[in-house]
């Protein structure tokens, strides 16, 4: 079996591919889009992706690849702790630095830290933590730094000049286990994740797309809605049910599924899985 995640090596999908991996073969991909495509092309048998950080909020191209894709599903997720680190070429001083490379989470995660530190540097994106430093190993100067894992100093022969640079001390990513054609949906779970596209935009439409689950006192932990990119305006909705392992919560949720198709309600189950927890 493989499984694919966001690289290259060191990322923090790799340290969590590599704890629940056991015999299987790892995979890394350059951007969460090309994960999904190696999925859903079978040129790996998993996936694995970031979904949601507590500090930067929800990885909006998790959640579209996600919806968009067909027989995309998610059977597991994983919740573990982040603590992000400044990674410099050996010899950098906190003062030399310019520039600094890292995923839009983990700069969204840190701005504290620079605000208070090193204000005036530049930011640039990369696909992922440890693809920002990679570009710091390989770029020639001094002036460059990027935020990544303890694990991507290893892997870079890169030094550590500051620790624990995260803006809240409780910073933490759900990763999700992705699989292709789910048959049927495993009962005893955490949760269940669906997208809805309410009937049309009138008052009171995503009242009456939610009303199913609130009179069956089914708990929504998130609802969040993502553009359908079809016209300005037009939004899916993105739902998460918690269900805690409880047979008569998960009837519960199939009745109120039910009542969204009798409404004409388009409904999609993006995953249905357990909640485990990692570091």
């Known amino acids: 079996m493989k499984i694919g995640y966001l690289g290259p090596n060191g990322s923090y999908s790799n340290i969590v591919a590599a704890s629940i991996a056991g ?12 994960v999904v495509e190696a999925l859903k092309t079978g040129l790996v048998d998993e996936a694995l992706i970031p979904g949601e950080n507590s500090t930067g909020g929800s990885v909006s191209e998790s ?28 010899g950098t001083k906190l003062e030399d630095i310019k520039n600094v490379y890292s995923h ?10 620079f605000s208070k530190n090193l204000p005036n540097v530049d930011i640039y994106e990369s696909m992922s933590t440890s693809k920002g430093a990679q570009t710091v190993a390989q770029v020639g100067t001094n002036e460059n730094a ?7 100093a290893d892997e870079f022969g890169l030094e550590i000049i500051a620790e624990n640079i995260e803006d809240f001390k ?12 789910n048959e049927e949906l495993e009962r005893d779970v955490d949760k269940v994740t669906i997208s809805i596209v309410p009937p049309a935009n009138v008052p ?14 089914l708990d929504l932990t998130k609802i969040e809605s993502r553009p359908l990119r079809t016209r300005l305006g037009e939004y899916y909705f993105v ?30 189950i993006l995953g249905a899985y357990k909640i485990i927890s990692l570091g």
């Not at 027989?71 to 400044?86: K, Q, V």
């Not at 989470?105 to 830290?113: D, E």
Request: proline fraction near 4%; hydrophobic fraction near 40%; aromatic fraction near 10%.
């Open 239 to 268: 739902l998460d049910i918690s269900l805690n392992r409880d047979e008569q919560k998960f009837e519960l949720m199939l009745n109120a599924l039910d009542e969204l198709a009798s409404l004409n309600i388009d409904t999609k």
């Open 23 to 34: 015999n299987a073969e790892l995979a890394p991909f350059p951007s969460i889009s090309d």
């Open 104 to 113: 839009k989470q983990a700069l969204a995660q840190t701005r504290k830290f």
């Open 63 to 90: 959640i579209d690849f996600l919806n968009d894709g067909e027989n995309l599903f998610i059977f597991e997720e994983y919740i573990m702790p982040i603590h992000h680190n400044l990674l410099v070429k050996p």
């Open 204 to 217: 009171g439409s995503l009242v009456s797309s939610l009303a199913p689950f609130s009179w069956r006192r």
């Open 146 to 152: 990027a935020i990544a894992s303890k694990m991507c």
């Open 170 to 181: 409780h910073n933490t990513t759900r990763f999700w286990r992705l699989k292709r054609n």
